[in-house]
């Protein structure tokens, strides 16, 4: 069983969906990233939380250190948000433990 | 100010072959990490650099792959003789100096061993 582990692996939905993607792990992390690439492959950091909620826009994330769950929304989605949608976690010697990733589509 | 950069964006190489990968860390940023997505897998650590010196490679595969960071600066990821188990994408990623500081992520260069 990996250490993060996603849910769905695959999500498409149409155009104006609310989105929520589900990050649970299993070890003590110090933070929590959320992260996004798009097809062509760079990574770009959405998120780095390690307590509460943060919002950006139309992305929306949330953790609970007790649960060790962690959640993504996207409001409103639109095509342009098609990516893959990874969560990673840092571990207590701060080294990045990455889960599989959601491969989310948003068909117009 | 400039993003993380690595280079070059793809290589094809045969077996047996020798292929530098380059990454230009975000000025300032003590903190440089190699990963690598290999084919249907997760993203793993492969080290990390805290200026010129190795904190961290536990994840490095074997011996084939030679990181270096001289002076601090940009850092190389050379593998020698290629595999083609090798193949797939390597990322970077450069911090601020701390250890919990938040990560900056290259496009990341394409390989494949053919």
């Known amino acids: 069983k990996n250490e993060v582990e996603q849910s769905p692996q695959n999500l498409t939905a149409q155009e104006g969906e609310f989105i929520t993607i589900n990050c649970s792990y299993s070890?003590?992390?110090?933070?929590l990233h959320w992260l996004q690439q798009h097809p062509g492959g760079g990574i770009v950091s959405l998120f780095m939380?390690?307590?509460?909620?943060k919002k950006h826009g139309r992305l929306i994330a949330t953790i609970n250190i007790q649960e060790k769950h962690s959640s993504l929304h996207i409001t409103a989605s639109h095509p342009r948000d098609s990516a893959v949608y990874i969560c990673?976690?840092?571990?207590?010697?701060?080294?990045?433990?990455w889960g599989a990733g959601t491969k989310l589509i948003i068909k117009p | 100010e400039a993003g993380v950069t690595q280079f070059p964006s793809h290589s094809v190489i045969e077996k047996g072959q020798t292929v530098t990968l380059r990454c230009d860390p975000i000025?300032?940023?003590?903190?440089l990490y190699w990963y690598r997505r290999v084919m249907g897998k997760e993203i793993k650590f492969l080290l990390h650099?805290?200026?010129?010196?190795?904190?961290?490679e536990s994840g490095m595969p074997n011996n084939r792959f030679l990181a270096e960071r001289t002076g601090g600066t940009y850092s190389t990821l050379k593998v020698q003789p290629a595999e083609l188990e090798d193949s797939g994408v390597y990322f970077c990623?450069?911090?601020?100096?701390?250890?919990?500081?938040?990560?900056?992520f290259g496009q990341g260069t394409r390989l494949t061993v053919v």
């Open positions: 990623a450069s911090s601020r100096p701390g250890m919990n500081t938040e990560a900056f």
């Open positions: 000025s300032g940023h003590d903190n």
């Open positions: 650099f805290v200026k010129e010196s190795k904190q961290d």
């Open positions: 070890v003590g992390i110090s933070a």
């Open positions: 939380l390690s307590s509460g909620k």
């Open positions: 990673a976690v840092k571990d207590s010697n701060y080294q990045l433990i």
